[in-house]
């Protein structure tokens, strides 16, 4: 998968999965990964799926309807990415915290739907629920914050919400910030990233 790798000046700190929104790419979150944690690691990734020219992490069939068959394939593909590139740059696979916006978001819930260590956190801005009807692994140890606009015309509150209960519901910490915003990334939700970030991993 095209990419970026950059070595931080912390070994001990999470690395950082980046994954971007619809139609964005791998250099979109750096600067929001630069203020959430300058010491960190970053792996910022480039969905391998197109839709009208725009990169995406997996293939929808209309505005929030997923293609789940295709989501399930990325999200492993995703998942053995990650695998690799731990191996490859020689870092802790058991110490990667993604960055997800929208698509993004989706595919890094995904992921922890899917597999019980593929993240040890996760930052979803503007998240929804990737697939329904799935037996979530054990995520007691996964720490989950979550950024959603009451506002939001791709995704309801409701989708939020129902995120929330069930990664909750699988073992997960999970914080969730409501602005009376829309789809758009905000300044304040990064701030609040930034402090469940060091409350979570820099203590």
């Not at 293939?59 to 293609?67: H, K, L, S």
């Not at 058991?94 to 922890?112: D, E, F, P, Q, T």
């Not at 979803?124 to 939001?152: C, E, T, W, Y």
Request: charged fraction near 25%; hydrophobic fraction near 40%.
């Amino acid at each position: 998968m095209k990419h970026i790798y950059e070595a931080g000046s912390d070994p001990a700190a999470p690395v950082l999965l980046l994954l971007h929104g619809t139609g964005g790419t791998e250099r979109d979150l750096l600067g929001i990964a630069q203020y959430i944690d300058s010491s960190a690691s970053i792996l910022s990734v480039r969905g391998n799926v197109l839709e009208n020219g725009m990169p995406r992490f997996f293939r929808r069939i209309a505005e929030g309807v997923f293609d789940i068959e295709d989501l399930k394939f990325r999200t492993a593909e995703l998942n053995e990415f990650i695998d690799q590139a731990a191996e490859q740059y020689g870092f802790d696979r058991k110490r990667v915290v993604a960055i997800g916006y929208s698509n993004g978001a989706n595919i890094a819930a995904s992921l922890l739907f899917h597999y019980q260590d593929a993240l040890m956190g996760a930052s979803l801005h503007h998240p929804m629920v990737p697939l329904r009807d799935i037996a979530l692994p054990d995520l007691n140890s996964a720490q989950v914050f979550m950024a959603a606009g009451k506002n939001d015309p791709i995704c309801p509150p409701q989708e939020s919400e129902e995120l929330r209960e069930l990664l909750e519901g699988a073992g997960a910490s999970v914080e969730l910030l409501w602005e009376n915003s829309g789809h758009q990334l905000t300044r304040s939700e990064v701030e609040a990233a930034k402090k469940w970030y060091e409350a979570s991993f820099k203590q």
